[in-house]
């Protein structure tokens, strides 16, 4: 029943948004599996600013003295310090939070987070909204490096959409690195989610403790990192692929954007064992310790992108940016493996112990709601937590 209803919310060129994400501190397991007390030793994320793209962010008791004036969008609701679903609240605080109060523990704590708020809640937008293509706009023009956005809109009318594409071209010629989460729906993705598809973001997908693909995570060419996301889904996988570029650019403060990514990718278990990427994990699970602790992960050149490289060469060629359908924007989409079932055991890693990821390797869904009767709505979908999906 819930896939007719998709279905035909497809048709329509609706969209439901999934349940927001809601995770504790006694649920951040990925602390320990990432080796953040090692990280910590070493890098913060201090002097590094984040962008979140969300719903608002609260000036919580764990975001005392990281929270920087910021900017709404939400034509209701100007204020960025305030957030009804607190959803970009703790999107923050899975970035920078200190903890304090009992609340969420950033991995990048020293990190200042600057919050664009866009909505005040998973609600419906015309296809001709341009609310968060202002937003990433602002965001690209701001002291931030890293922008994070754990939302997203689908069927968008040409001009918003080259007018998305446009921003994104901006912040990457800016040296911003973005990251959006890949959805929450558990279902392959080439057309028709934004930004998650267009080229100049990272799009992270999400796994679980033990190393697996979570069932909810959405996957396809487009994908590009993967990192903890269960429970909260790929919002939270999305937040600590920012928290962890944070990290690594606070200790390299030199490096452009590419060469943090590059870094990124080069040393995911995927890449280190010579493995394609794949629909499912993208090139692999982030894993800074690898980078600030052991020392891995090769720079490289500092303007030529990692992923996008022939596209901007393309786009700096023309002049004239021309996003094809919203068609992923890797090139030489990724290599896709037999089944998801090969995902998982991908993930899991193939290594000396036979276990997960996170200890063997020192690491050093959605719920759909009631819809508007309007054929071009389209929902603002944060990427959120793995509720039992109906």
């Known amino acids: ?21 809601s995770i504790r501190p006694d649920q951040q397991w990925y602390l320990d599996a ?5 990280l910590w030793k070493v ?11 969300d719903s608002g962010v609260k000036p919580i008791r764990g975001l005392e003295g990281r929270l920087l004036p910021g900017k709404s969008f939400a034509s209701k609701a100007p204020e960025p310090h305030e957030d009804i679903s607190g959803h970009g609240t703790d999107m923050a605080a899975l970035i920078a939070g200190s903890g304090a109060g009992n609340s969420l523990r950033g991995l990048a704590p020293e990190a200042k987070i600057l919050p664009v708020r866009t909505h005040t809640k998973a609600d419906f937008v015309t296809s001709w909204d341009k609310t968060l293509v202002n937003a990433i706009r602002y965001a690209a023009r701001s002291d931030a490096k890293i922008i994070n956005i754990s939302q ?12 998305m594409q446009d921003a994104i071209d901006e912040a990457n010629e800016r040296g911003k690195l973005i990251f959006v989460a890949s959805g929450n729906d558990g279902r392959r993705v080439e057309t028709r989610d934004y930004p998650a598809v267009l080229p100049g973001v990272v799009p992270v997908g999400a796994v679980d403790k033990k190393g697996t693909v979570a069932d909810f995570s959405n996957y396809g060419p487009h994908l590009v990192l993967s990192a903890p996301g269960d429970p909260g889904g790929t919002s939270v996988a999305s937040a600590i692929a920012s928290a962890s570029a944070a990290l690594i650019w606070a200790e390299h403060p030199d490096w452009t954007h590419h060469q943090v990514l590059r870094v990124m990718i080069e040393t995911t278990g995927m890449s280190q064992r010579g493995e394609e990427p794949s629909m499912y994990l993208g090139h692999g699970i982030v894993r800074p310790a690898q ?10 050149p500092a303007d030529v992108s990692p992923i996008f490289s022939k596209y901007y060469a393309s786009l700096e060629a023309s002049k ?56 071009t709505a389209v929902a603002f979908r944060r990427r959120a937590q793995a509720q039992p999906r109906y």
Request: net charge negative.
């Open 291 to 300: 980078v600030l602790v052991d020392g891995d992960g090769d720079p490289g």
């Open 1 to 21: 029943m819930a896939g007719l209803f998709t279905a035909m919310l497809m048709s329509l060129g609706l969209f439901a948004p999934p349940a927001f994400a």
């Open 152 to 163: 997203g809109v689908s069927n968008l009318d040409d001009e918003t959409l080259a007018e």
């Open 43 to 53: 890098s913060k994320g201090e002097g590094v600013t984040v962008a979140v793209v």
């Open 320 to 375: 004239s940016p021309s996003p094809e359908d919203g068609k992923g924007g890797n090139e030489g989409p990724p290599t896709a493996k037999p089944g998801k079932d090969s995902e998982q055991a991908v993930a899991q890693g193939e290594t000396d112990g036979g276990g997960p990821p996170w200890t063997a390797i020192g690491i050093g869904a959605a719920a759909l709601v009631a819809v508007a009767a309007v054929v």
């Open 34 to 38: 990432m080796n953040a007390s090692g």
